[in-house]
Nanobody, 122 residues
Framework: QVQVAESGGGLAQPGGSLRLSCEAS????????MGWYRQAPGKERELVAQ???????SYGDSVKGRFTISRLNAMKTVYLEMNSLKSEDTAVYYC????????????????WGRGTQVTVSS
């Protein structure tokens, strides 16, 4: 079973910065991708940023140039550096972890954290 835990959310002023952390734990063979999604009140869930085991990254259009995703080499922990925050960044941010449970079964998993609240307000 894979567990995902986010941290680092909180209150920031417009133009400020926050750093989110996500850690995966449990029994699994390998992680192939970790990413961040967010959902604001009344809006659809959207991709914020994603990184894969090869080091590639992708970003949602609304955060390009402002947010940066990074990871530890073991890829059990990822970070989201959020700069130049705007009020529209206010949302619950969820960490997503995808990988394979074991070498023998080759079973895949898609795990989610409980989310961390980010509020950007004056």
């Amino acid at each position: 079973q894979v567990q995902v835990a986010e941290s680092g959310g909180g209150l920031a002023q417009p133009g400020g910065s926050l750093r989110l952390s996500c850690e995966a734990s449990g029994n699994f063979y390998t992680i192939v991708a970790m990413g961040w999604y967010r959902q604001a009140p009344g809006k659809e869930r959207e991709l914020v940023a994603q990184t894969n085991s090869g080091g590639g990254t992708s970003y949602g259009d609304s955060v390009k140039g402002r947010f940066t995703i990074s990871r530890l080499n073991a890829m059990k922990t990822v970070y989201l550096e959020m700069n130049s925050l705007k009020s529209e960044d206010t949302a619950v941010y969820y960490c997503n972890v995808r990988g394979y449970g074991s070498l023998s079964s080759q079973s895949s998993f898609d795990a989610w954290g409980r989310g961390t609240q980010v509020t950007v307000s004056s």
